[in-house]
């Protein structure tokens, strides 16, 4: 078949989905609470099941009395029994994969079940899910007449004793449909290489020849790869390399502080950059319109919502399902799966811009915050700051970490940065005394505390040389996937190292 003849079937077939989108946007509390029902019915002969009483939940207020809140620490003796062999714990279906994630605030590895409806209904729907709303809102898209190219994690797929572990994107891509495959690059052996250096000199040599039509990938690590692209092709941006390159697929880390250097890469005004919310534990959220900095919360992936206002402190709120959240209030999100994770706690927040249909941005992490002092700081609030004042002072920041100078005796606390600059700006006395501002602009706790200096003095910047927080993830061998250096922290842990390193 001629592949530009496929493009055309293949958007037509992946629009017809958008008539089902249309029923979560239309009936989204309905949506939900049968899918609820479903996952209740169908886990509630498992152990877990029977512990809750599940056959016994009728409604949604009898499921939140009844079943609580769980973290990872509170379900870690279930999922090692499964990963040892035992089932029907808390899914019935058998469970053979497990995405490992060391997350950003424990070194200790997380291994999240992944059921096959959960890669079935949840993964791979969303993948398609993310193609049929680009083709819907670019009609002329010319997409699939060529390849995408895949960043996925550093980890290849590992078995230990009945179950296989690795990062989420092994697993998936082992599973992946033959027509998934065939429209990717780079190969699945290239794809699965452990070692991560090993792995960026292969995709570098692999697909500098194919015609790559769209990017996926986390922008921290999708930028490694594109800088060695550049500098083995001698091109001066991607465009030169990929000519008919027409988006970029994100997710994992806020796009705010990359979208600059990766419109020097993509020079073209209509390149589009389309966000997605995935992690180990599930597919939430896909920008659903051009040029928008929100996402459509996807109701149908057998995925339960519910959210607990977060302000930053130990106190717990009263949990809501999603038809009572309101605007611009960050949430700490819960959920509850097709793969048995029940009223889990992701550790991600986030705030609602729409109700109709549901559309949030995410704000940052649970445990990634500074309030040391009673600012409240978040990632949110730093990364629009950084935003406003590199524009001002004409410079671009690839990475940054901040952590609390803590008070002494007389002497006031602040906030110590660590920056690496694409571009540093002519003046860091100025950019400080920006940010400082800005950051007063974007939080009123932050300015109250740095009212007259009486809490917080303006923050201390340190200039990080090139290449130190690579350096670092490579150190605490953190290369490739999801993985980052916080950018915010209460401790010093993270930052004193940085600046050991740095020195």
């Given amino acids: ?69 769980s973290d990872y620490a ?12 035992k089932q029907n714990i808390f899914w019935p279906t058998p469970i053979k994969w497990f995405a490992k994630s060391s997350g950003t605030t ?44 895949r960043l996925g994690g550093s980890s290849e797929l590992y078995n230990d004793h009945n179950s296989s572990f690795g990062d989420l994107s092994a697993i998936i891509i ?52 594109l800088q060695n692209i550049l500098k083995a092709t001698g091109k001066k941006n991607i465009k030169e390399v990929w000519p008919n390159a027409e988006v970029y697929f994100h997710g994992g880390v806020s796009f705010i502080p990359y979208r600059e250097l990766y419109e020097n890469l993509f020079p073209h005004k209509d390149f589009q950059f389309y966000e997605i919310y995935n992690a180990s534990e599930g597919f939430f959220g896909i920008q659903d319109k051009n040029d928008s900095n929100e996402l459509l919360l996807m109701l149908d992936y057998g995925i339960f919502y519910e959210f607990i206002p977060f302000d930053n402190s130990d106190k717990l709120s009263e949990v809501i399902p999603l038809s009572k959240v309101v605007l611009n209030v960050n949430y700490a999100v819960i959920i509850t799966t097709n793969a048995g994770l029940w009223r889990y706690q992701i550790g991600d927040t986030v705030q609602f811009t729409c109700l109709t249909p549901y559309r949030f941005r995410v704000t ?17 609030n730093t990364e629009k700051a950084l935003t406003k004042i590199c524009a001002k002072t004409k410079s671009l920041v690839s990475d940054y970490t901040v ?24 003046s860091i006395s100025t950019f400080t005394e920006l940010l400082d501002q800005a950051l007063q602009d974007e939080n009123s706790d932050y300015e109250a505390k740095r009212y007259k200096n009486m809490t917080l003095h303006k923050p201390k910047i340190n200039i990080a040389r090139k290449g130190l927080f690579y350096k670092w993830l490579s150190k605490n061998k953190k290369l490739g996937g999801q993985h980052k250096v916080p950018r915010l922290s209460n401790s010093r842990n993270f930052l004193d190292e940085l600046l050991k390193m740095n020195s």
């Fill in 1 to 69: 078949m001629p592949i530009p003849l496929f493009n055309s079937i293949a958007s037509w077939i992946l629009k017809k989905r958008i008539h089902q989108i249309e029923l979560f946007i239309k009936y989204p509390n309905e949506v939900q609470e049968e899918l609820l029902f479903q996952l209740l019915n169908k886990a509630q002969s498992t152990e877990t099941g029977m512990l809750y009483g599940f056959d016994t939940i009728k409604n949604y207020d009898t499921f939140k009395a009844k079943v609580p809140l």
């Fill in 74 to 85: 509170s379900i870690e003796d279930q999922i090692e029994k499964c990963r040892e062999g």
């Fill in 106 to 149: 424990n070194s200790k590895s997380k291994f999240i079940p992944v059921s096959i409806e959960a890669l079935e209904d949840c993964h791979y729907k969303a993948g398609k899910d993310m193609l049929a709303l680009y083709f819907i809102n670019n009609e002329n898209s010319q997409l699939l007449t060529g390849k995408s190219l």
């Fill in 174 to 225: 082992q599973n992946l449909p033959l027509w998934a495959e065939l429209s990717s690059t780079p190969s699945n052996k290239t794809s699965l290489i452990a070692e991560w250096e090993t792995k960026m000199k292969a995709i570098v040599k692999e697909t500098i020849p194919e015609n790559v039509t769209s990017l996926a990938g986390v922008p921290s690590w999708m930028l490694v790869l």
């Fill in 364 to 380: 940052g992490r649970t445990k990634h915050h500074i309030n040391v002092f009673g600012e409240e700081l978040i990632i949110d």
């Fill in 403 to 426: 952590a609390p100078i803590f008070m002494k005796e007389e002497k006031q606390g602040a906030h110590e940065w660590i920056i690496e600059f694409e571009k540093i700006p002519e």
